[in-house]
């Protein structure tokens, strides 16, 4: 990039959503894990799922908050955040779903 170009934020955006998406599989994956004690891929893909990360905004911007989460934080905050923001309403629909 030279000096003179400006960075692109929806470039930006696109790549912390890139190291969001990794961060929430590895989130789903640990707790799928802990939580049922086996994988399970109909879990993985609903909590991962653009259709529900829509639920609280753009599924774009919510991975990339992650993303920013994590670069700036580290994992074990990006792994609280998703735990306060995300888990909450993700839990509630896997209770419904039952």
Request: hydrophobic share 35%; net charge positive; aromatic share 10%.
């Amino acid at each position: 990039m030279s000096a003179k170009s400006k960075p692109d934020p929806k470039r930006r955006e696109q790549e912390l959503a890139w190291i969001g998406d990794t961060i929430l599989d590895l989130y789903a994956r640990t707790w799928i894990l802990k939580e049922k004690g086996t994988l399970c891929g109909q879990t993985l893909m609903r909590m991962t799922s653009n259709q529900f990360l829509a639920c609280f905004g753009n599924p774009t911007s919510v991975e990339a908050q992650i993303g920013t989460v994590y670069q700036e934080e580290g994992l074990e905050p990006a792994f609280a955040w998703i735990e306060a923001e995300i888990m909450p309403l993700f839990k509630k629909q896997e209770r419904n779903r039952r």
